[in-house]
T-cell receptor, first 113, second 115 residues
């Protein structure tokens, strides 16, 4: 079946450090890929998405490239801020009727000033 | 655009009572809405998928008679937790989608505590 694997956290960085959160997936067909962010006590916000191979999603300084050959969608940011502290979820849309999402376990990011 | 609201944000109820949670898409018509449950420090667990005007499709292991879902209009879905027990305490999150877009838009969540 379809699945998403994320690097385990928590990831702790100093402000202005480079961020990478690894995400790999297993899927049949060509799923769409997403990164969602969850701040404490809140729902999920869509951070970025990519719908086909080699697409790069980007938003608020975050980027991720859909790599079909390595089945990966790693999240990167060149310079993190304290306000980026949150839980980040990688997900794929399995293209089933209604487009159900399959989530990774989530990665906690803590940024220290 | 693509704003989803949930009400209430927090609710405390006594064991044995029922609680209704509303999920609304504020600026778009949601043909499909999803209900998730999230335990502390864990990922989201899909409970059910609901399409406007039809019965919800529940994931394996989710009791349909306990978690009643109604999707009466293109902007409103409700989840009713019937005869709630302390083990039903959790963070419940809804989301909505609007084809042809593939992404889901999430509500802010509802913290349910059953005493």
């Amino acid at each position: 079946g379809n699945s998403v694997t994320q690097m385990e956290g928590p990831v702790t960085l100093s402000e202005e450090a480079f961020l990478t959160i690894n995400c790999t997936y297993t899927a049949t067909g060509y799923p769409s890929l997403f990164w969602y962010v969850q701040y404490p006590g809140e729902g999920l916000q869509l951070l970025l998405k990519a719908t086909k191979a080699d697409d790069k999603g980007s938003n608020k300084g975050f980027e991720a490239t859909y790599r079909k050959e390595t089945t990966s969608f790693h999240l990167e940011k060149g310079s993190v801020q304290v306000s980026d502290s949150a839980v980040y979820f990688c997900a794929l849309s399995d293209l089933s009727p209604g487009n159900k999402l399959v989530f990774g376990a989530g990665t906690i990011l803590r940024v220290k000033s | 655009g693509a704003v989803v609201s949930q009400h209430p944000s927090r609710v405390i109820c006594k064991s044995g009572t029922s609680v209704k949670i509303e999920c609304r898409s504020l600026d778009f018509q949601a043909t499909t809405m999803f209900w998730y449950r999230q335990f502390p420090k864990q990922s989201l667990m899909l409970m059910a998928t609901s399409n406007e005007g039809s019965k919800a499709t529940y994931e394996q292991g989710v009791e349909k008679d306990k978690f009643l879902i109604n999707h009466a209009s293109l902007t409103l879905s409700t989840l009713t937790v019937t005869s709630a027990h302390p083990e039903d305490s959790s963070f419940y999150i809804c989301s909505a989608s609007h084809p042809p877009r593939v992404e889901q838009y999430f509500g802010p969540g509802t913290r349910l505590t059953v005493t």
